[in-house]
C-alpha cells in the first residue's frame, strides 16, 4: 500500500489499542503503542532509501528481505527497544505485540497488491502478488479517515476500528470475488490462456490486464466484466545471442527481469551501437509502455549506457540514457 494508506492504519490500530485492558488503564503504554503502531506499519518500507543509490538496487529490493518472515520479528524487537529506551514506564511486552501486529498487517496488506512482496522469504524468493487491491485504494483510505472524525467527536475508537475492519474484511472478499470474475471473463475471451496477470486501479470496476498463450502476449483491460483487448504481441524466444547475454549482466537489466513476470524484448542495430530493451506489459499507461530496461552497448559490446524504472516518454527515456 502508499505511505498515506499504511499511516491511517498505523493510527488506527493505536485506537484499537485502546480495547487491550492494560494498554487502557495504563496511558504511557498506550502512547507508546500508539507510536509502535505507527512506526511499525512504516518501518518495511525503509528500503525506498534504495532509490537514491539506483533505480537496479530500488527494483530488487523494495519489498524484498525487508518484508520477509525474519525482517517482521527484527522490525517489532527494533522498535519496541527504541521506543522503551525512551519510555520504560510502558508495558514492554504489550507495546512488542502492537507493534509486531502492525508490521505483520503492514506485510499482509502489501500481498494484495499488484506489486507483491517477497513475504515467503527465507523459504523461497517468489514474489507474492494477488492483484486484488490497488496500492491506493480510496475505500480504505476514506473510511479510516472517517473513523478519525467519529473517534475525534467523541466515539469509541476501539469500537470504531473494529466495526471498520469488519467491513474491509468483506470489502476485501468482495474485490476477491470480483477478481475471479475477470478472471473468468479472461478465460472465455482467450480460452487458451496460459497466464492471466490482473492489476486492478484505483477505479474499483477497471483492471489491467496482461495475458499470455503459447504463441501471443494480449494487453487488455476490464471495465465490469468486459475484457477489451488493446495490443497483441507475437511471442518470440530470446535468441541466444553474446549481445543479449551481455546485456542481462547489466545490472538494470538484471534487476528488471528478476522482477517482471510478463515482458518482451526488441533489440535495435544502429551504425555504432546496438539497443536491447525489455518492456514490462502489466503497465500500459496512453499507449505507452512504462517500465522499461535499456541497455545500449557498442560494437564490441561494450555497454555504453543502461536504465530502469518506469518513465513515460520516448525524449525522457533517451535523455536517462544519455546521464548515465
Known amino acids: 500500500m502508499d505511505t498515506g494508506t499504511h499511516l491511517v492504519i498505523g493510527v488506527a490500530l493505536g485506537g484499537l489499542a485502546t480495547l487491550d485492558p492494560v494498554a487502557?488503564?495504563?496511558?504511557?503504554?498506550?502512547?507508546?503503542?500508539?507510536?509502535?503502531?505507527?512506526?511499525?506499519?512504516?518501518?518495511?518500507?525503509?528500503?525506498?532509501?534504495?532509490?537514491?543509490?539506483?533505480?537496479?538496487?530500488?527494483?530488487?529490493?523494495?519489498?524484498?528481505?525487508?518484508?520477509?518472515?525474519?525482517?517482521?520479528?527484527?522490525?517489532?524487537?527494533?522498535?519496541?527497544?527504541?521506543?522503551?529506551?525512551?519510555?520504560?514506564?510502558?508495558?514492554?511486552?504489550h507495546l512488542w505485540?502492537?507493534?509486531?501486529?502492525?508490521?505483520?498487517?503492514?506485510?499482509?496488506?502489501?500481498?494484495?497488491?499488484?506489486?507483491?512482496?517477497?513475504?515467503?522469504?527465507?523459504?523461497?524468493?517468489?514474489?507474492?502478488?494477488?492483484?486484488?487491491?490497488?496500492?491506493?485504494?480510496?475505500?480504505?483510505?476514506?473510511?479510516?479517515?472517517?473513523?478519525?472524525?467519529?473517534?475525534?467527536?467523541?466515539?469509541?475508537?476501539?469500537?470504531i476500528f473494529v466495526i471498520i475492519y469488519l467491513i474491509l474484511i468483506g470489502y476485501y472478499l468482495i474485490r476477491w470475488y470480483t477478481q475471479h470474475r475477470v478472471k473468468q471473463a479472461v478465460k472465455h475471451k482467450i480460452p487458451d490462456a496460459t497466464r492471466i496477470i490482473i492489476s486492478p486501479t484505483m477505479r474499483y470496476n477497471?483492471?489491467?490486464?496482461?495475458?499470455?498463450?503459447?504463441?501471443?502476449?494480449?494487453?487488455?483491460?476490464?471495465?465490469?466484466?468486459?475484457?477489451?483487448?488493446?495490443?497483441?504481441?507475437?511471442?518470440?524466444?530470446?535468441?541466444?545471442?553474446?549481445?543479449?547475454?551481455?546485456?542481462?549482466?547489466?545490472?538494470?537489466?538484471?534487476?528488471?527481469?528478476?522482477?517482471s513476470p510478463l515482458y518482451r524484448w526488441e533489440v535495435t542495430e544502429y551504425n555504432d551501437h546496438s539497443e536491447v530493451r525489455f518492456i514490462d506489459l502489466r503497465y500500459r499507461s496512453k499507449d505507452y509502455y512504462p517500465f522499461v530496461a535499456i541497455v545500449k552497448l557498442d560494437e564490441e559490446l561494450n555497454i555504453i549506457s543502461s536504465y530502469t524504472g518506469w518513465i513515460f516518454s520516448e525524449d525522457k527515456l533517451m535523455k536517462k540514457l544519455e546521464l548515465t
Not at 237 to 259: G, R, T, V, Y
Open 24 to 93: 487502557a488503564s495504563h496511558p504511557a503504554t498506550l502512547n507508546s503503542i500508539m507510536i509502535g503502531t505507527i512506526i511499525g506499519q512504516q518501518a518495511p518500507d525503509f528500503d525506498t532509501i534504495l532509490k537514491f543509490k539506483n533505480n537496479a538496487k530500488y527494483i530488487r529490493n523494495h519489498r524484498g528481505i525487508t518484508h520477509s518472515m525474519p525482517a517482521v520479528l527484527l522490525w517489532s524487537l527494533l522498535i519496541t527497544g527504541v521506543i522503551y529506551f525512551f519510555s520504560p514506564d510502558a508495558n514492554i511486552t
Open 97 to 159: 505485540g502492537w507493534t509486531l501486529i502492525a508490521v505483520i498487517l503492514h506485510v499482509f496488506v502489501d500481498i494484495f497488491n499488484a506489486y507483491g512482496t517477497q513475504a515467503l522469504r527465507p523459504f523461497t524468493k517468489k514474489w507474492v502478488a494477488l492483484g486484488i487491491i490497488n496500492t491506493f485504494d480510496p475505500f480504505i483510505f476514506f473510511i479510516h479517515i472517517a473513523g478519525f472524525i467519529i473517534w475525534r467527536f467523541g466515539g469509541q475508537p476501539g469500537i
Open 206 to 259: 477497471r483492471w489491467h490486464l496482461a495475458v499470455e498463450n503459447k504463441t501471443q502476449f494480449f494487453v487488455a483491460k476490464a471495465y465490469n466484466y468486459d475484457i477489451n483487448i488493446l495490443d497483441v504481441f507475437e511471442k518470440k524466444p530470446i535468441p541466444d545471442l553474446p549481445l543479449i547475454h551481455k546485456a542481462k549482466e547489466d545490472e538494470n537489466i538484471a534487476a528488471f527481469l528478476s522482477f
